[in-house]
């Protein structure tokens, strides 16, 4: 390993200038006019599997942007690692509010600015450096290797599933390794091992046949919209307990160990509060707001619209209000049975006077991996040697949707060890990463590989 | 009285082929390619008058349509009444509804179809006809009659407040008289005596600064649209009876005789919700769907928007949410005092975690004639004479703005004896008047006026 780590360190100049020529290429997956610029970071990506040493590069087209593959098989009997990520980068605007160019990659106190720098091309890229440093130094891998890189993660990963769907040979592994999460915050390393699941349901309530006016029919006449509050905002009580009847009859408790890590993570409240501008925290009663947002189960509205909603006053009495409504998921919530509960409840509440349309919009499962997982436990050791710091074990309030499938379709675990900071501007202007942590994850990446060789292998 | 009836029947047809007349010119008020149009009916209106006898008949220009004046002043002893109509009319949209040309009167089994018919010409013209009448038979009117014809009621009378303030003196008068509503029923001539208020309020829940991700902020940060809901939905409870603190203060009761008199009219419920499509009635419990329109209080949802309300699942936390909601009120409420016990209300259960801005947009005074009043009795005496029939009293759940503005500015009863029918079609396609009524409107007419005479003299 001591080479490894030579190498990488001898060759810094040589990662960042490739790096660079990474993050110049705009390869943003939504704009229709960038076609030859998502094949050009195809290419280049291509190109870099090469260099790692991938004894099988492939870009396979898709009837989106290209997927870029490549495998080196080192031995049947090694375990096998699967790396995912993804070149395509989110659009730029407003464009006027970056400090530099998007796309002319600036190097600023350690930073390197550019669209794509944290999402994902750089966190990604610590992986094809950590595979070169290992075959140019051993000629040889300690595991065997294979990458799945798509062009269309910022566009919801729309071929992706049918490419795994098809592939599940070709990708078999004993673990998917991604990088495109963030430390819990600078100097604090990270991995992320719980990820809420979602129930999206949307609500129609509609009363007469077309819209009437307030005055001449307001009395007699259901409002929708007002039938619709009252639908809805008994669905959390005064403590923000759901109160959807056996809504938490399946969730696992908070483990004490998790607890203790979470209490001692770095989360300033008053900070937190100031940087969103609210005056103060809500969320479920008896719980921290890590808790509540990695290990509680929430309710939320997404979206209402119901009448006039324009300047002024009209008096309109609607014929229809919708609401769209999301609770994020926890394990163990089964998505599908709490939309059932979701309609049995706003069934059982409804009045006669409106009728009620409620149609499931998206479903996604809960995902949480035991803390004492050997690749977890592998995983918190290599970052400890590559950053020289013991990471912390961390959730996501949201969802990846790539990990369930993962999960679901190769029956591998996931491993998520994001090297990003929460506040490099992934998806906004200004977007950046720090090269320190570039360097410590391509190192954490070559303990990695090495160390699960190693631990699969006793 | 026999020689005005008697000229009334023997010149029916040539009234007739006279509001034909008027309904071919197309006077949308709203369509700005219609000023010769508008002009043309007012000048219409001005021959009218002139018919009529009005000893000076003038049109005003505003800085929008024009208005046409009229009187004759018999004697300064005599009563006075004011007529208000309008000849502007609504738009045709959607056309290719109508059975008949909207500006090409067609009459059909007693039916005249036009845009314009019953909403205001033929019933304002009820009033030009009477008038006619007498001046032709007796060479005198029985009171001094102004008339005071607007061409902006459809775009909200924009200048005719105006107006009014400044014409105080010469608007002076002892009752306004305005044909521009319906019966109760076919075959059920209605004096309409009260008019419910309006407190329209809005109110704005902000959060975080922007909108946030649902999933990675969802628990410990507050939903604006789920704080909105909780804010609206207990302003009414299960009784559908406003929680508002002292929001009944000022209500009047509704007396035995307004009660029996509902009671009695031919409201079928079955019908009501069947036209609306609505499964079952709401409304305030303890009372009767009529009583609920004309004499209760309500509170509407007439508008909500948050988030995303488009087709699909976005999972966003949002960062403000709006409702517009207004309050119908009766005698004795006061607006201002409404929308300050509103605010109270709203601010009193307004949780730390957000912040809420609620705006006064629109008030409106309820508005209530005393069943005993001299001109109400005077004037169901007149249509029983005119219609063969005693007329009901009945209120409506909506605002006429002018009504107030009437009330208050000229510190006079208004009188609201309209000769429509509710399924006539104003404002819709297939507008129609029903002759019968047109004649029955005439003759009512001429007699108001001449025992309101009467009655103001014995």
New interface residues.
Partial sequence: MKEVIEYIESNSERYISELKEFLRIPSISTDTEKAAEMQEAAEFVSSQLTLAGMSAVDIFSTNGHPIVWGERIEDPDLPTVLVYGHYDVQPVDPVELWEFNPFEPTIREGQIYARGATDDKGQMMIHFKSAEAFIERNGRLPVNLKFLIEGEEEIGSVHLEDFIRGHVDLLKTDAVLISDTAFFARGVPSICYGL?G?A?M?ITVT????D????????????P??V???I?????DEDERVTIPRFYDDVVSLTQRESDEWAALPFDEEE?KAE?????????AGYT?LE??WA?P????????????GE???????ST????I?M?LVPNQDFKKIEKLFEDYVKSVA?????VEIKR??GGKPWVASLDHPVLVTAAKAIEAGFGKRPVFQR????IPIVATFTELLEAPCLLMGIGLPDENAHAPNERLDLDNFFGGIRSSAFFLDQFSAATHS
Same sequence: chains 1, 2.
């Fill in positions: 809420r979602l999206y949307e009363g007469p046949k077309g009437l006016h307030s005055g001449s029919f307001g009395g007699p006449v259901a409002n919209a007002f619709l509050s009252q809805v905002a008994p669905m959390k937190y969103l501008g609210v005056g103060a925290l809500s969320g479920e707001p509540q947002l509680r929430t309710l939320e509205v997404n979206g209402l619209v119901s009448g006039f909603t002024g006053a009209k008096t309109v009495l609607p209000a919708m609401a769209k999301s994020r009045p006669p006077s409106v009728q919009m998206h996501e309030g949201g969802s």
